[in-house]
Structures are given as C-alpha cells and as structure tokens.
C-alpha cells in the first residue's frame, strides 16, 4: 500500500481528482504486488520515486517512497505523470524516455518520443539538457542560473558547440544520440579548431619594436614582451601610432626602415602635443577675454543705475 503521506504530498502539486493521478496511483499499487528486487540496471530493474524528487527532495532516500520496477513499467509511470500537465513532469518523462533507448520496443519509443516533443511545446520556454552531467534544465535561464553565467553566453555556445560553465549543452528536443557520442563530437570540434589556431603562424604579421628595433613573430609575442598578457596596449599604438609602455610600435615589413619611421612617431607625437597647447591657450584666452568683458559691462551698468539714483535723490 502507498503510505497517507506521500498521497498527502502529491495533492500538494496535483489534485487526487485528477483521473491521470488516479492512474498513477493505480499503477504503483500494482507493481508493488511484483516484489522485485533491485538488482541494478543493467538486470532491467530500476527505483522509482513515488513523490517525484523535483515535487519533494526530503523524501529522496525514504525507502517507503521507492518502488523496484522494470525499465519500460519507469517509462510509463513518468509518461502517466506528464499527462498531468505539470511542467516538471513533462521534463521527467522526456528525459527518462531518451535515456532508455536501447531497452525499449522501437515502435513504442517512437511514439512516446513524439508525443513527448508535443508536450513540450506547450511549456514555456526551451529545455536545454548538461551533455556532462545528463541534467535537463527546463529553460536556458534556469540552467544559465547554475553555472553562473549569462543566458546569452549559454545560448550562444549551443550552436558554436563550445563549452559554457565548463560544460556542452545542447537543446533537450534535438538530441538524437546517446549523449557520450555527442560530447565525443564536441572535442573533436575543440581539437580540429585548436589545429586551426596554432597553425596561424604563416599569416601572422609580425610587429616590431620601433625604440629597439626588436622584431616580434605576433602580436602576442610582443605583449609578452613588456610583461603585458593581452595585446589591447599595442594593437591601440599601431592603430594611433602612440606610445604603449614607453615604445613606439609599427607592424613588420622587409624595407623598414625603422629609424626614419621612429622620427616620424616622434615629429607626429610633438605636432600633437603643438596642437593641442594651442588649443588650450585659444581657449584660455576666449575665458578671459569673456570674463574682462563681462566684469566692464557690470560696472558700466553699475554706474548707470547710480547715476539714476544721484538724479532721483536732487529732484
């Protein structure tokens, strides 16, 4: 028999009224007349929680709230489950269902799959499914939740098929494949595109060093040079020919001449030093030249009202 209290913590999601819980009930009634033993599932024999674990996780490791059954009797219990119309339970039944391929009648998946993949469209949001871990997330907002990380950056790796938290993802209604197969293609998508960048050698330009007249294989190279690890510095000197950690930076050709070119950093950094100390002393003589003009005005308009004053006072 199903012991008060877990009937009790089901209502608390689903009403007993409904004829689906009914069901479910019903069936559990009936497969705990089997008396199976649990002997691991590769023996086709499974645990099922009564109370789902999203409904109640304190009932986890109670043992009146697990049932030994066989693989396809879990199948059907998560199915009868998501016809309630709970959300996480249409996330359970798909997830048990895809995990479960190999033991269940080809013709019976296919249809479960299916009717599965419509049930899923009428729920908000897309579920997305951890490759690594075999979780399931009911939207990439909840999953972004638990890596840390933004919902763009989680969706984004979907398709670029990169990791996002240290993890691959993928949305739940296009996996296809066992999820060790698809995480094996992701690596070699991460291999083949690593090959790619470090073979990058033949058309990087390289970069010299205009004070020194050091020449550098990549930007990279130089960076580390002046003890920086990003390349920002001196990819902003080459684009505006200015100074980054006190050298002067010019991309590397045969013909250089480097000290013609370190002259001419030179020449243009002074024109615009010139320029820009004539444009603040422009400016400072417009300041004060307002500000004389103003204080003549408010004494002439001073000596107006006062002499207004001088001729009210001796009529």
């Known amino acids: 028999m199903i012991p008060q209290y877990l009937i009790d913590e089901i209502q608390k999601h689903v009403p007993i009224s409904n004829k689906y819980v009914r069901h479910y009930l ?4 009936k497969f705990q007349q089997q008396n199976l033993q649990y002997n691991g599932v590769h023996n086709n024999t499974e645990l099922h929680h009564i109370v789902p674990r999203s409904w109640c996780e304190q009932l986890i490791d109670d043992p009146d709230n697990l049932i ?11 199915e009868i489950l998501s016809l309630t119309g709970d959300k996480s339970m249409i996330f359970a039944f798909w997830h048990t269902l895809v995990k479960r391929v190999s033991v269940l009648d080809h013709y019976l998946y296919a249809q479960r799959l299916i009717r599965s993949k419509q049930q899923m469209k009428f729920v908000n949001g897309r579920p997305v499914t951890n490759l690594n871990t075999g979780e399931m997330y ?4 909840a999953a972004a939740r638990v890596v840390d990380r933004k919902d763009s950056s989680l969706r984004n790796s979907i398709p670029n098929k990169t990791k996002c938290g240290g993890y691959y ?11 060790e197969e698809l995480i094996k293609e992701r690596e070699q998508i991460r291999y083949e595109r690593s090959l790619i960048r470090n073979d990058c050698s033949s058309f990087m330009k390289k970069v010299v060093n205009l004070n020194t007249g050091k020449v550098f294989n990549s930007l990279t190279e130089a960076a580390h040079s ?7 510095l001196i990819s902003q000197s080459l684009k505006k020919q200015i100074k980054a950690r006190g050298y002067y930076w010019a991309y590397w050709y045969e013909g250089l001449d480097v ?12 024109r615009r030093y010139d320029a820009k100390n004539a444009l603040h002393s422009e400016r400072q003589k417009r300041c004060n030249t307002n500000s004389f003009e103003a204080r003549a005005e408010r004494a ?3 000596a107006l009202k006062d002499q207004e004053d001088s001729t009210d006072n001796i009529s």
């Open 26 to 29: 019903k069936k559990i009634y």
């Open 68 to 78: 030994v059954v066989t693989s396809e009797q879990h199948v059907i219990l998560h």
């Open 138 to 141: 009911y939207s990439i907002s």
């Open 169 to 179: 993802w993928e949305f739940t209604d296009q996996i296809d494949k066992p999820l």
């Open 226 to 232: 002046i003890d920086d690890q990003k390349t920002g």
């Open 259 to 270: 000290e013609k070119e370190l002259q001419s950093r030179i020449d243009e950094a002074k």
């Open 300 to 302: 002439r308009l001073k």
